[in-house]
């Protein structure tokens, strides 16, 4: 399940990653009015098993029923997690595809709810499944070659990432906006990590994750360039992890 939308007085449009058929999209007649219907299986990214009529000619199929496999509701009582969630859901909806069966992503979902309910932080949570996002479409950037020359980049050098742009050598980066974050070693290690590791084993250095971040840029900046579009949950997921700070302060 990754969202829903009000439709008319009593019915819900229901957003859908399914295993073997791709993103669907369909009604859930009265959803609002009888909870006996649908239960409480209608929160962001609950597992269902779910049974839709898809008819010829209409855009949205007909959900004639769900049933809970998993939930993952509790946790999102933190604010943290859930910020993370909304992350999860609005990119999975962007990228998934109507009619296509994507099992790969299917359980790369399931992977990272498991361990960010397991106590994964969120922004490891959100910069793993980007990482495998992009590189399960076939967007990952090149991580040791220049994306304006095509040079062999340096690893032990700290390369600058522009957003949607890749990794610049020193040359291509030069003359650009002042102020790029740089990608080292510490961003390196935890993207080898990410690539080698189940979600719940990946570690990161402190302060390399978050908003404006190399990481930030060069992985949520290529999934928004691709998508031509900015995803609007990650300002949650920024504010939630700064009060949550704050909060660590305060003590």
Do not use: N
């Amino acid at each position: 399940m990754l969202r829903t939308q009000e439709l008319g007085d009593a019915d819900l449009i229901v957003s859908l990653l399914a295993e073997h058929c791709g993103k669907v999209r369909g009604v859930a007649r009265s959803a609002r009015r009888s909870r006996k219907r649908f239960g409480g299986v209608l929160e962001p990214l609950t597992h269902v098993r779910a049974v839709w009529v898809t008819r010829e000619g209409r855009e949205l199929s007909r959900i004639d029923s769900l049933d809970c496999l998993r939930s993952f509701a509790e946790m999102q009582a933190d604010p943290e997690r859930q910020a993370a969630c909304a992350v999860l859901s609005e990119v999975s909806e962007v990228f998934a595809r109507e009619g296509e069966a994507d099992t790969k992503s299917f359980k790369l979902l399931g992977s990272v709810l498991e361990a960010l309910e397991g106590g994964l932080g969120a922004w490891v949570t959100v910069r793993y499944f980007e990482y495998w996002t992009l590189r399960l479409h076939g967007l990952l950037p090149d991580l040791g070659h220049c994306a304006g020359c095509g040079v062999e980049l340096d690893p032990r050098r700290v390369q600058r990432v522009a957003a949607g742009a890749g990794i610049r050598c020193g040359s291509c980066s030069s003359g650009g906006p002042e102020g790029l974050p740089g990608l080292g070693q510490a961003e390196r290690e935890f993207l080898e990590l990410t690539r080698r590791l189940p979600p719940a084993k990946v570690t990161a250095a402190p302060g390399i994750l978050g908003s404006g971040s190399a990481l930030d840029r060069l992985l949520r900046g290529t999934l928004e360039s691709f998508a031509e579009r900015s995803f609007r949950t990650y300002k949650h997921l920024r504010a939630a992890t700064v009060a949550e700070a704050d909060r660590g302060l305060s003590r």
